[in-house]
């Protein structure tokens, strides 16, 4: 009885495993998603890892994301191993591995499933009415309102050795919490080795290790300031914490004591580099103003390991590794052929805990602390491993025993900080002009109130509290995932935001947020920025509760601005705070972020309306869609010093209407791109344009298209 029992369950589960199979179909490897909701934006790729590599730069893992050349990413080199494994061609493997890696597609690798999904619809930005997110409409697959994280990711991977991977990628739009990444890891024995349906393995899956190794850039500009390989994180050092976690892990992590360093973590952030004749702490801009341009602390934290497929209580002593590694220095497991099994051996050596190439390629230690002797110390991380591709946080987990559809999750958060940018100018600025004036002795105030007269000293005291500034991070992701991702809400932004330039004034206008029915909700914040999109923003108009206008308002007049800047805007919803009073972050109110509105194209005053009719011009005239004289874009004609408030209509030679334009923006401009009111596209041919203003005064332009 007991074994037609299990015949019949053992049926049910793979009935059960091609069914969950037939979900998915087969994507390219090479697809992304992209998040871009917070301080903190990257990519993920569909092959279950990332290698930041574009053919131009080292491009994700973004922060602070106001800002150019943030990117901090390199790569991650995911592996996952196991014992006595025998293949779907019957080949017995005593040690058997799989590279997460973009060339592995097809081979040890088939993506099934990568999709975005929204708690709800990205508001619609325009800028004098161009959609600055219509480029972004392919990112977002579904809305679900029931989710509580802002983007999610899903990312569902078949590997060779019948695991599959799921992984789901939380990120968060609240203040507190939108500079780090929930990463959840769910590993299946579905027994599905390849893209299709089939399920072409049946056995359990023994010894099956896991593990990571994670290169950092430091922030794109250092390969500019430290250069000298940068780029790809040469001179980066690394770091763990939580060496005495398991006496620790019961243990809250409270508001008023909010830096812990008992979490499992590792991070890193770029060292010197021999070749620099200076302290290169912090990347400062020493051709310039000085301004730090590498306070980045970037890592990991371990949020939960489950001890077995049958016990989902967290593995306390889990990671089975964790510290760092030599860049470079990894078995080559090759396309999984016979040759190849002496390199699955030392894969799952490593991953089991001991570093590929010896212990002076990697350790659990504190590699920064145990091989310097002062913060100002020259030493360069790479000369200690001699590997130029610099070194990686390494984490590996196991080994764990699965039975056909048994399946363990590991959860980490990724996450990214560090001085801000008013930090990196003040005290850059202040290390430059001493490092240019060598009688400047200070002295320099620390962030410990004491003062120095030594100006590296003073430089690298700061940048290194950007070890405690991630460990906040840390702490903060670990308090939201042991809630259920408990965190306050901020309101959400505005359905939508407008930007109008105008003759004498800027035109905003937005549509009321969906949580204006909440019992804490506050009301709207605009900010500007002149000159750039990457540089400070003033408040310039608040309306709601503890404002000068407390009624709710839809549009704001800016008419402080001067004629030849640009301008660039964003609006925030915010609540009164009277939710936000749990230990998972500071109290007070909260807004929506301000990457979903923020303006990437400027707004500036247009020509002053023109005073006759006679200085009416048409530019280009004749349009020759051959020609480089473009209005800012081909299509594009021009109706240049009319009156601010008027009616431009369009006629054939014959006499036929195509096109009727409303101006009312009180400028002296007016664009068309040369589309009839049926949306067609202008012909080529001879047109009149009738200028009819409010008061009544009205001409007639000529004008030639020529296609």
Known sequence: M???????????????????????????????????????????????SERAWNNIYYEGLIWPADYPYQDNAVIKRAWIGMRNFTDKNGAFWPYYGVNFNQNAEGIGLYPMELKQSAKFKPPDVYVDGTDLKAIFAGEIDTIDANQIADRIITNVVNTSTGLTMTRKIYAFSQQYHDNYFIKEFTFTNTGNADWDAEIELHDSLRGVRIGWGTRYSMGREANWTIADGQSWGKHTWVTRRGEDYSSHYQNAIKPEDPIVDWLRAGFSWAGQGENNAFDNIGGPDITSNGRLTSPHHTGSVVLHVDQSAAVKSDWISQPTFLGWHAGDTYPGIGDQRAEDAPKMADLYDMLSGNPYGGPSKGGTNRFYEDNTSSITDPVDPWKIHNDGAGTNVMMTYGPFDLAPGESITIVEAEGINGLSREMCELIGARWKRAYDTPSDNGPFDLPDNSQTSDLNFYKNSWVYTGADSIMLTFGRAKRNYDSDFGIPQPPLPPESFNVASGGDRIYLDWVASPSESDPDFGGYRLYRAIGKPDTTYEEIFACGDGTDYPALQYQYDDTTPVRGQDYFYYIV????????????????????????????????????AGETMDQIRIVPNPFNIRSTAFVGQPDKLAFYDIPGQCTIRIFTERGDLVKTIEHTDGSGDETWLLNTDKRQVLVSGIYIAHFEAADGRSTYKKFIVVR
């Open 573 to 608: 919803a915010f609540n009164d705070g009277s939710e936000n009073n749990t230990d998972l972050n500071p109290t007070g109110p909260l807004h929506s972020s301000r990457f979903y509105t923020k303006t990437s194209e400027a707004a500036n005053l247009k020509r002053k």
């Open 2 to 48: 007991k074994n037609t029992t299990r015949t019949i369950q053992f049926i049910a589960m793979l009935t059960l495993l091609t069914s969950i199979s037939t979900l998915y179909a087969k994507i390219d490897a090479s697809e992304r998603r992209y998040v871009r909701i917070g301080s903190l934006q990257s990519h993920f790729s569909a092959y279950g």
